[in-house]
């Protein structure tokens, strides 16, 4: 069996999905099986995918039992379908995400499993790359971040803030394991900020590499606050967060959370997470600790907490 499980779902990625996959077949390191399942798109993907697939024996197709098409999940839970699929399949000790439109560099696994070998299997570990910031014909604009971006990160300010995209990581079984082999895991939307949690809250390894190994499309008609003057700015943030999907994600992340790894950590990280399961506003709006890196990010979320929607 293959020493790592690539996955993927994809949606509507015709596009830019050939040049992906293409991307991973070319890596420096052969020994993986790369999973993908479509999401019900309606463009030619799921087509353009079985054509590649048959062409490379490590593509695997993931079909939902009796359908022709996969019923659109939702990123979230089609993403956790994957995983499950390839922790039940597939023996393999090491697990990367990656997504549609992204590129990776052809030692993008080598690199990694490098990391991996001097490490301890037996708890869980995450790794994560620098990577290259691009437009969407992958001309390199920058870079993400050359010293490590976990530096003064804590298990509380991860449920408000990402740290690393989903296709910088790679994973141990053991984290694997953690993550989705459970009941829970279909409900989280941000798989990359869910095993980063598991990873830090339950005294596992998080190791970064400065060197950018994958390409990320920075989309020209994708919508961001970057192009917006101050004050634009501060009321699209307000808006994205207080009508947007982030109040009951985070609520699912923190009932999720709790509810499969409360007994497992410490009693200062219960505290944080019987404060912020509870309806005690004015407990969790003075919170003693920092929930956020930034200032800015600072006093929104607690204007979030004091009206109560989080």
């Not at 997504?99 to 993008?108: I, L």
Request: charged share 25%.
């Amino acid at each position: 069996m293959a020493t790592i499980s690539v996955l993927l779902s994809t949606y509507n990625g015709q596009k830019y999905i050939t040049e992906q996959i293409q991307s991973i077949l070319k890596q420096t390191f052969s020994d993986f099986v790369l999973y993908i399942r479509d999401d019900g798109s309606s463009d030619d993907t799921l087509n353009i995918i079985h054509n590649l697939a048959s062409t490379d024996s490590r593509i695997v197709v993931i079909n939902d039992v009796s359908e022709d098409t996969n019923t659109n999940l939702g990123f979230g839970e089609s993403f956790s379908t994957i995983a499950k699929y390839a922790l039940t399949n597939s023996d393999a000790s090491y697990f990367a995400f990656c997504d549609q439109d992204d590129y990776w560099e052809e030692d993008k696994l080598e690199v990694a499993l490098s990391y991996f070998e001097k490490a301890n299997s037996d708890t869980p570990i995450l790794f994560a790359s620098n990577y290259y910031i691009c437009d969407n014909t992958l001309n390199v604009t920058g870079t993400f971040n050359e010293t490590n971006p976990m530096t003064g990160v804590t298990f509380e300010n991860l449920f408000f803030e990402g740290v690393f995209p989903g296709f910088t990581m790679m994973i141990n079984r053991k984290l694997a394991e953690l993550s989705f082999d459970n009941n829970y895991s279909k409900d989280i939307y941000y798989h990359d900020k869910w095993v980063t949690l598991i990873a830090l809250g339950l005294n596992g390894q998080i190791i970064y590499s400065e060197k950018p190994l994958a390409k990320y499309r920075r989309h020209s008609d994708a919508v961001s606050s970057t192009n917006l003057g101050i004050i634009k700015k501060i009321k699209w943030r307000v808006d994205k967060v207080l009508n947007g999907d982030f109040c009951p994600r985070t609520r699912q992340m923190l009932k999720c959370f709790s509810e499969l790894f409360y007994s497992q950590v410490d009693t200062e990280t219960k505290r944080f997470l019987d404060t912020f399961n509870s309806g005690k506003i004015f407990k969790k709006t003075f919170y003693p600790k920092h929930l956020r890196r930034s200032f800015s990010g600072e006093v929104m979320l607690r204007l979030i907490l004091l009206l109560g929607k989080l």
